[in-house]
């Protein structure tokens, strides 16, 4: 039989009740479709698959919005610098030679 560390040893525990609390909420996600009648439960999850779909699409465009507005916000910081250093030469005297 194979020696554990105590490192080892200690993340079982762990692991093993982690493993334990999935299988408990699998086990009630299964229950609440299992007391519908069958269709009813088909009907039921393609509702929420399509809901989720819905809401992933609305999330996918708000991070595109998101992104062009960083554009956006890094195309302008760049314009204002622009004029910036080019207001701030035209009021500068010129070099002595």
Same mark, same amino acid.
């Given at each position: ?32 479709? @299992? ?9 039921? @999850? ?52």
């Amino acid at each position: 039989m194979p020696e554990t560390t105590e490192s080892e040893s200690q993340a079982q525990p762990e692991s093993s009740v982690i493993n334990e609390l999935c299988d408990a909420l699998r086990y009630v996600g299964d229950v609440s479709y @299992a007391i519908l009648p069958e269709d009813l439960a088909h009907n039921l @999850a393609d509702l929420k698959k399509s809901f989720l779909s819905t809401m992933r699409a609305l999330i996918d465009k708000d991070i595109d919005w998101v992104d062009a507005r960083v554009a956006g916000g890094d195309r302008l910081r760049q314009e204002w610098q622009e004029k910036w250093h080019c207001d701030k030469s035209e009021g500068a005297p010129e070099p002595i030679n």
